[in-house]
């Protein structure tokens, strides 16, 4: 359900009224998702969804409960309200207590297209069908997801703080099969505008790199030299990102934990062509102006050239450690080079150029080991060109690793990743040593 | 709230719906977290709203709303009749659903305490009891609990005349100690390993939490110092803590139909077990049989009813080693020349459209009378694994690694000591073909709350029974690196 903002403001000021709290926190988002799946060239279900919520987080001095409703008429937003309430008096105090913030400024950031979140369910079937028809014209078997949604999210508080902002969302991603399951291609990527996303031309691309990873040929298992397409480095980076939080490393539960107590702000532990942001504004990869918590969002940087400049601190934490607290980043970005993929792989005397990566998990935090498969186009790249697909691989390695070898990248582009598919990546195709550790039959 | 589901079905069926379905969902959500002697965070949260799935000529439609009110239910099923009618330009074979009687009934998940009805306080102070025993321990630095509850309550009612009403209620207690080594720079973790059911506040009152705090803490300082193990082939004997995430990606997943046939490529992936192995294919040793159901006491996927109003029941996934069957919805069963539904529909909210899902699968006990103790004194060199961590397979399902909390080296018959940096790595059928003996004793369920399908992502809970089971000569990695 969207809101407008002088409607979404009644109801964070209502429920802000009901509260008997000394402190009160309210949010507020909901939207309209609507989406399309097909598989096997033909359409299966397709979804259109309306929902809003309301949460609201009650403090009686440390003692702080939250809860949560989708309905708001007068009797459900007073239950919430109480409910969070009689949790908050039951809540041991917390010695960790953030008081609610005062109002913040926010800036105006336009990631909101209407038509998106209003896109007729003809539009939607058309998409599909022209991916359907596509794959057909080249005999190939083609699945996919469509979605555009708009929403808007809001947050208020007892001290008069208010922030709102609409955010609209595309994402289109296909994979082509040859008819003797033999070759896979996919190809995807989010936006925020219906023309920031080339359904038409991602399913190309997903049907071409089916028919180019048909008779794949093995490889031995070790360290190859690998060009990561952009959504492979995305996922590598979220993982990364789940890493870097600032007090597991000062409690020495995590890689970024310095021997002896401490963490590793301003240590080089990554290759120095690395360097890594977020910014809500960036047009690329637009985001909120505001935290969950309140904090206006901003430009932060997390590595520059690859020494660690930051690591994500909670307000508490911030206070307590006395640095500067980061607001929840709203995308990742990575700074590239120039070029496009194919100059890469044209400047590539022998490797392995991987499309996308999938079921990553962590084996090790300690050292951020994950393991995970190549999927749905893995190719063999000898003096400039492709030259054959090869089998898909499990590997077990570190992003700390991996992009410690970085030797050459492109220009940073917006990417999808198979894990990090809703978060909204900006970053560059990268050629580093990877290490595979066994094969595996899955095309 | 009957009358809004009727009022739903009739507006479907006036706009040219030839099957409709409604349900009336409320989903209540109570969470619970802490670290140390501190409440990180306590948050309810309910969420109300009408789905409506309409089939025109064939093709489906779903639409949703969170107004449970006349004037929503009808734009819902407007709306899903408006996407059905867009979407047959695209729709090459209609939809068939499998025949299924008229029902009339309720279930609810037959629980003894209601965890929403017990109080906050009782919850915080045996979380904080939990923290307290395992910081006892000298070398544990952190320790995080927290509980997690679900109550799905629905009603189902479809144009062919069914109405159910179901009460679903699951429970997912859990904790991890931290011992730290910062001289060392080194840390290592163990969770509990409870497990989360279908049940209620009553599993985690018989659960022995003080016990298994202190002895985890203890182990995960003693996990500091662990022999880190050498890679090779070991003889494995797998936990029902540890093999129950095994059972799920390598024998639930690919024998889903919808993956077989290609109808998740473009997410979760296919199965290598296609329609033609069916019978066919050697999927483990004589004494590997799967069960599927989701009629289990205490188990996470088990209700009276599905998704599409099919009742529940019990059949054979791979019986004495061969594959023999799929799990199907509806709208599956025809695929494979079948005339009814194993009842595997499953929507993770009322603003989610049903589909395929996994019911629990589990691995029937060993025919042979045994237990953990014997077949441990029956291994002259293994690794002995219990719990889960790392886990990842293929989009085929054919190649995967799992790791898990506790590994203890096997020497002539006898636990010889705690190992470190375990994983190991197998192909499926390679792996289920290496099962020799399957104890008889030590029955029990684990299971997953988060088991992820679909676009969008839905969440289906599902749990696993097996009882300890040997797999010879399995490839294990060593995972420690230096970075």
Not at chain 1, 168 to 175: D, E, G, P
Not at chain 1, 335 to 358: C, F
Not at chain 2, 86 to 94: E, L, M, W
Not at chain 2, 163 to 169: A, F, G, N, S
Request: with cysteine; charged share 25%.
């Amino acid at each position: 359900m969207s809101l407008t903002r002088d409607e979404a403001k009644g109801i964070v000021e209502q429920a802000l009224k009901l509260t008997k709290a000394e402190e009160c926190s309210v949010s507020l988002s909901g939207g309209r998702d609507a989406n399309i799946r097909f598989a096997k060239n033909e359409v299966t279900t397709s979804g259109d969804a309306e929902d809003a919520a309301l949460s609201v987080r009650a403090s009686f001095g440390k003692r702080s409960g939250s809860a949560s409703v989708n309905q708001f008429d007068g009797a459900a937003l007073e239950r919430c309200v109480r409910q969070a309430e009689e949790t908050a008096r039951f809540a041991p105090e917390d010695p960790e207590h953030m008081s609610v913030l005062p109002p913040q400024a926010y800036r105006e950031i336009a990631a909101f297209a209407e038509e998106a979140g209003d896109l007729a369910p003809e539009r939607r079937a058309d998409v599909a069908k022209k991916a359907i028809d596509l794959a057909k014209a080249r005999k190939v078997v083609i699945a996919g997801f469509f979605t555009s949604s708009g929403g808007f999210q809001a947050i208020g508080n007892s001290k008069s703080l208010f922030g709102y902002h609409r955010q609209s969302r595309l994402t289109f991603s296909a994979t082509a099969r040859t008819p003797d399951a033999q070759g896979s291609g996919w190809a995807g990527n989010n936006g925020e505008r219906p023309e920031d996303v080339d359904a038409i031309g991602l399913s190309r691309a997903a049907v071409e790199k089916a028919f180019l990873s048909a008779k794949p040929r093995e490889l031995a298992p070790g360290a190859y030299t690998v060009i990561l397409e952009p959504a492979a480095v995305a996922d590598l980076f979220l993982y990364m990102g789940f890493s870097m939080g600032a007090r597991p490393a000062d409690e020495g539960r995590s890689f970024f934990s310095k021997k002896g107590g401490g963490n590793k702000i301003g240590e080089k532990v990554l290759s120095e062509k690395v360097t890594l942001w977020t910014d809500p504004a960036d047009p690329r990869a637009p985001g909120a102006p505001f935290a969950p918590d309140g904090q206006a969002t901003r430009k932060m940087a997390f590595v520059e050239n690859g020494v660690v400049t930051n690591l994500d601190y909670s307000r508490y934490w911030a206070q307590k450690q006395g640095k500067e607290p980061t607001p929840q980043p709203q995308n990742i970005i990575m700074k590239g080079d120039t070029g496009s993929l194919p100059d890469l792989v044209k400047d590539t005397k022998k490797g392995v150029l991987v499309t996308r990566l999938w079921y990553i998990r962590f084996v090790d935090p300690q050292t951020i080991l994950l393991t995970g498969l190549t999927r749905d186009g893995t190719f063999a790249v000898e003096n400039g060109k492709i030259r054959h697909a090869v089998k898909n691989f499990r590997w077990n390695d570190s992003p700390i690793s991996v992009f410690s070898k970085i030797d050459a990248m492109t220009r940073e582009v917006r990417a999808r990743g198979s894990e990090a598919e809703d978060f909204s990546v900006v970053c560059p195709a990268i050629r580093t040593q990877f290490t595979f550790s066994s094969l595996s039959d899955a095309v | 709230m009957r009358e809004l589901a009727r009022r739903a079905l009739d507006a479907a069926r006036s706009k040219g719906a030839g099957y409709a379905d409604v349900r009336i969902a409320r989903f209540l959500r109570q969470s619970i977290n802490t670290r140390e002697q501190r409440v990180m965070n306590i948050s309810n949260s309910e969420s109300f709203g009408v789905g409506v799935r309409a089939l025109v000529d064939g093709t489906w439609g779903f639409a949703a709303v969170s107004r449970v009110e006349p004037e929503g239910v009808d734009k819902a099923a407007a709306r899903a009749v408006a996407i059905a009618k867009a979407n047959r330009v695209a729709q090459a074979r209609p939809v068939v659903l499998a025949k299924v009687a008229a029902y009339k009934d309720a279930w609810q998940t037959p629980v003894v305490k209601d965890p929403f009805k017990i109080p906050v306080e009782r919850k915080v102070d045996l979380l904080l009891a939990i923290n307290r025993e395992a910081l006892k321990v000298k070398g544990a630095a952190f320790c995080n609990s927290s509980m997690f509850f679900v109550k799905e309550e629905k009603l189902f009612a479809s144009t062919e005349g069914s109405e159910i009403e179901q009460e679903i209620i699951r429970v997912l207690p859990s904790f991890t100690v931290t011992a730290v080594d910062k001289a060392a720079g080194k840390f290592r973790t163990r969770s509990s390993l409870a497990e989360p059911t279908g049940t209620g506040y009553e599993y985690i009152e018989r659960w022995p939490w003080m016990e298994e705090a202190g002895k985890a803490a203890e182990q995960a300082v003693a996990k500091l110092t662990a022999k880190s193990v050498s890679p090779g082939k070991y003889d494995l004997i797998l936990a029902p803590s540890n093999l129950w995430l095994t059972i799920h990606e390598s024998v639930g997943h690919p024998t889903e139909l919808d993956r077989a046939l290609g109808y998740e490529a473009n997410y979760a992936g296919t199965s290598f077990l296609t329609t033609e192995k069916l019978g066919k294919l050697r999927f483990g040793s004589p004494i590997v049989n799967f069960v599927a159901d989701r009629t289990q006491p205490e188990a996470l996927a088990t209700c009276g009813y599905d998704d599409d109003g099919v009742p529940t029941g019990e059949w054979d996934l791979v019986k004495d080693g061969v594959f023999v069957d799929y799990q199907t919805t509806r709208e599956q069963a025809g695929w494979i020349g079948r005339d009814l539904s194993y009842g595997c529909a499953y929507a993770d909210s009322w603003s989610s459209v049903p589909f395929q899902r996994m019911p629990n699968v589990s691995l029937r006990r060993g025919k042979e009378k045994l237990t953990l103790e014997e077949l441990i004194a029956d291994t002259k060199q293994g690794i002995f694994i219990e719990g889960n961590s790392s886990y990842s397979i293929d989009q085929q399902r054919y190649n995967f690694q799992f790791s898990g909390e506790l590994f203890w080296e096997i020497q002539d018959g006898k636990v010889a000591g705690m190992l470190e940096d375990v994983a190991y790595q197998a192909i499926t059928t390679d792996f289920w073909n290496a099962c020799d003996r399957i104890c008889s004793e030590g029955y029990a369920l684990g299971g997953s709350f988060f088991d992820g399908k679909g676009e969008p992502g839905q969440s289906n809970a599902v749990s696993h029974g097996c009882a300890p089971a040997r797999f010879r000569q399995i490839n294990v990695l060593n995972t420690a690196r230096t970075v």
